[in-house]
């Protein structure tokens, strides 16, 4: 749809690539919901986007909701269909990385569930909403991790493989409706979401990133082309690709990888540094 006719609820919107996704679609011309936990930081970022984008206030509003709580989840599925949205962009995540073996079982359930289980219900809760609308979109934001399982991350990847499956298989199921389902893979990107550790390991593979705003650019270009799917970055869409038809053949390619994480699986069961080792990614 046209950006003009966009009002978009927005997860993550107080997150590095979030904010700039939101300055991004204010711009472009539509009208946004802000979510996230607190209610200084929305309500901060709501009067900042107001005055330095120079539009109108009433183009742009802001929930405040913990996507781990069902009642908070169910309350901005409410304000959501009241603000009468049609476009839901499921971009709040959390990251994850290490060894399985030393993530924690809560971290493991705390990751499938906010990148994975709450984009689920907080579709299910607004579909009536939705098939309401002339015309509708949810965009999920994925990652090259959904479509490439890395060592390291098999935590993460497993949650946004999921997200990936779930937009899939729900665009299918509602391809005879007026609700188009949409996903972005964005590789790694510049925001505080990546971990010292991350970081280290990202220079030691030799991995490339991107700024937000190419991934909000992306985003942008999705809602106006309603395409199915979307990945940002190069050699990562052509790996996505290769990895779908034939994955063992990338197998080797990730050895060094491997070897990376596993100085990180030595570093982190020395007692001294035992906590250190899931806590971020991408
Ligand atoms: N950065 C990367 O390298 C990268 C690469 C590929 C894909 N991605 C994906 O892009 C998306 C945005 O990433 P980012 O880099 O902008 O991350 P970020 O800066 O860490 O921001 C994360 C956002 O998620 C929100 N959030 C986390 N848990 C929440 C919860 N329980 N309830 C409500 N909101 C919650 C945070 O809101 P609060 O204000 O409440 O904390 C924040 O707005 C994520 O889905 C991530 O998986 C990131």
Redo the contacts with the bound molecule.
């Keep these: 749809m046209k950006a003009a006719d966009a009002r978009v609820l927005l997860?993550?919107?107080?997150?590095?690539?979030?904010q700039v996704m939101a300055a991004t679609l204010l711009q472009a011309g539509a009208s946004v919901m802000l979510?996230?936990?607190?209610e200084g930081?929305l309500s901060a970022l709501s009067d900042d986007l107001i005055s330095r984008l120079k539009i109108p206030a009433d183009r742009l509003t802001w929930q405040a909701?913990?996507?781990?709580q069902t009642d908070s989840l169910t309350g901005l599925a409410d304000a959501a269909a009241a603000w009468g949205a049609n476009v839901v962009v499921h971009?709040?995540?959390?990251?994850s990385f290490g060894p399985l073996a030393a993530v924690d079982p809560g971290e493991i359930a705390r990751v499938l569930h906010?990148?994975l289980l709450?984009p689920m219900l907080l579709t299910r809760s607004l579909l009536p909403h939705l098939h309401r609308q002339k015309r509708a979109q949810v965009i999920c934001?994925?990652?090259?991790?959904g479509s490439i399982g890395l060592p390291g991350f098999s935590v993460y990847g497993a949650s946004?493989f999921g997200l990936r499956g779930f937009a899939e298989a729900l665009r299918r199921e509602l391809a005879d409706t007026a609700v188009r389902v949409q996903y972005l893979g964005?590789?790694?990107?510049h925001?505080?979401?990546?971990s010292p550790e991350v970081e280290v390991y990202n220079r030691a593979t030799g991995t490339a990133?991107d700024m937000?705003a190419t991934?909000a650019t992306a985003l942008l270009g999705m809602l106006e082309s309603e395409s199915a799917q979307r990945f940002v970055g190069f050699p990562e869409k052509l790996a996505a690709r290769i990895n779908g038809c034939a994955p063992s053949l990338l197998d080797s390619a990730f050895n060094k990888h491997r070897q990376v994480l596993s100085k990180a699986l030595a570093a982190s069961l020395s007692p001294t540094t035992e906590h250190a080792t899931s806590r971020n990614s991408?």
């Design positions: 997860t993550g919107a107080t997150g590095g690539i979030g979510v996230g936990r607190a930081r909701a913990d996507l781990l971009n709040a995540g959390v990251p906010t990148n709450a934001v994925g990652s090259t991790l946004k964005p590789r790694t990107t925001t505080s979401f990546n990133h937000p991934v991408k």
